[in-house]
Nanobody
């Protein structure tokens, strides 16, 4: 089992950058694939990015591709989401998710058993 805590959200102007962090507690962090999802007011939760349990592969939604980089530091039990060139439509609560030895369907909410509480990102125009 793993417990996830997100941080790094905040208010930023359009064009700015933020780095979100997701710290995990529990054993065998390196065996978990991690994902980031977001949910804007009145909208469904959607996939943003994911990283394989080995760290060798990353996946991005088309809406953030080229502006976002996800990485992991297994020594710190932490994953990061670096977001650049932020847009007002990036405004949402961002959630970290984890699943043990996930090998496919990284963009599906149902693929992940563990979720954090979320961190708010607000991008002003």
């Amino acid at each position: 089992q793993v417990h996830l805590v997100e941080s790094g959200g905040g208010l930023v102007q359009a064009g700015g950058s933020l780095r979100l962090s997701c710290a995990a507690s529990g054993r065998s962090f390196s065996s978990y694939a991690l994902g980031w999802f977001r949910q804007a007011p009145g909208k469904e939760r959607e996939f943003v990015a994911a990283i394989s349990w080995s760290g060798g592969r990353t996946y991005y939604a088309d809406s953030v591709k080229g502006r976002t980089t996800m990485s992991r530091d297994n020594a710190k039990n932490t994953v990061y989401l670096q977001m650049n060139s932020l847009k007002p439509e990036d405004t949402a609560v961002y959630y970290c998710a984890a699943e043990n030895y996930l090998l496919r369907d990284y963009d599906r909410i149902a693929s992940y058993a563990y979720w954090g509480q979320g961190t708010q990102v607000t991008v002003s125009s």
